[in-house]
């Protein structure tokens, strides 16, 4: 089974992605079909394309508005309209967590019920066009992994429903916030939109790696044209690819690196400050730092502190040792040590989306175990022990999305 990578280049939006999609292969009926059992079908005229942006090909999808209603579509009508429709469970799944994303985010922006948003642009018809053909287009497909580079937000302000808006708008903002996306800055020459609500909301739903794979090979392409002039080509590409990530796990999980391993016994400074030495080496990027108690010459009372540190940083945290310490000496040696692949990323659970890591054994199982500073901040919240806090996780623990690859 493929992967898909998407590019976003600089940004990405609804109708670029889709453009994207339809130029990889996907056929016109499936991305129409589901819109038609929505009862969408006579609400709207889609096209594909063939267009250029800086003389680089590709596919501009334009929807026309054929819808003569004045209705202000809310997400609780959206919801019951996906709800109750004949859709395959995995597409309306998804459909459903791409709408219901908005919700929340516009909901906060405005302070109301996500129920009670009105969509305006987000429920206009192109848009709804734009998400469920979307949503639609990659289940043809069927990626084993969807993977996506960092996107690009713009600057300047947008004309919306409800006024001149700052780039990024509120919403894109808050779907940031809440899905914990890296995005790259903006040229500091150019302004515009580069990123659409409609574009975030769809990469934070549908996408299981926010980086690239780092080894990976291109079977096929599709280009999305955007609709604004820029200085440079304003574009979505959607590749079919086949990553190389799993063969690289099997054959180095658990792997083998080199660390450095710092040592030093101080009797000659306080509680206080070799408490702060601590939590500064831990903050310049130390693995690990253990410290204990300890009685040395003249029966003084001094501390045996031991850090675990990257091998090429070992020069930079020999320095702090004298720069920061009392100590005149320190021991050092490179040492090798086995471990497993790691990687952090989130999951939805009953508690809303909460930070996790994920370790990878060697026979492929993977474990999954909360950040504890977020099952702290969830038992301060709820007045639960942490005994149920884990037990409610790992009970209502749903989709994982990864921040980052196996390393």
Known sequence: MEDVLIECSPGISGDMLLGAFYDLGVPKKVIDQPLVDLGLKDLYQLDFRESKSCSIRGI??????????????????????????????????????????????????????PDDVHFHEIGAIDSLVDIIGVCAALNYVNPKRVYCNEPMLGKGFVQTEHGKLSVPPPAVIELIRQKNIKVLSSRDSIEGELSTPTGIALLSNLVDYLEPPSKYSINSYGVGIGNQKFPFPNLVRVYKITSFEDSLNEQINP????????????????????????????????????????????????????????????????????D????????????????????????????????????????????????????????????????????IIKESSKKFKAYENWK
Request: with cysteine; proline share 2%.
């Open 60 to 113: 501009k999808a334009k929807v026309e508005n054929i819808d003569c209603s004045s209705i202000k579509r809310t997400w609780r009508s959206i919801k019951e309209l996906i709800l109750n429709s004949y859709l395959e469970d995995k597409l309306k799944k998804i459909i459903y967590e791409v709408f219901e994303s908005l919700a929340i985010a516009e909901g906060k922006v405005h302070g109301i019920k």
């Open 255 to 322: 792997k083998c690196e080199e660390i450095s391993v710092q040592e030093a016994w101080i009797d000659d400074q306080t509680p206080e400050d070799i408490s702060n030495f601590v939590e500064k080496l831990r903050i310049e990027g130390a693995y690990d730092v253990s410290y204990q108690a300890i009685n040395m010459k003249k029966n003084r009372i001094g501390f045996s502190i031991q850090a675990i540190l990257p091998i090429e940083k070992k020069d930079f945290f020999r320095r702090l040792w004298f």
């Open 324 to 391: 920061y310490s009392n100590t005149i000496g320190v021991r050092e040696r490179t040492q090798s040590r086995w471990i497993l692949l790691r990687r952090r990323g989130e999951c939805s659970t009953t508690f809303g989306n909460i930070k996790v890591k994920q370790t990878l054994k060697p026979d492929g199982s993977i474990n999954m175990k909360p950040e504890n500073d977020e099952v702290l901040r969830l038992k301060l919240k709820h007045k639960i022990s942490t005994y149920e806090i884990r037990k």
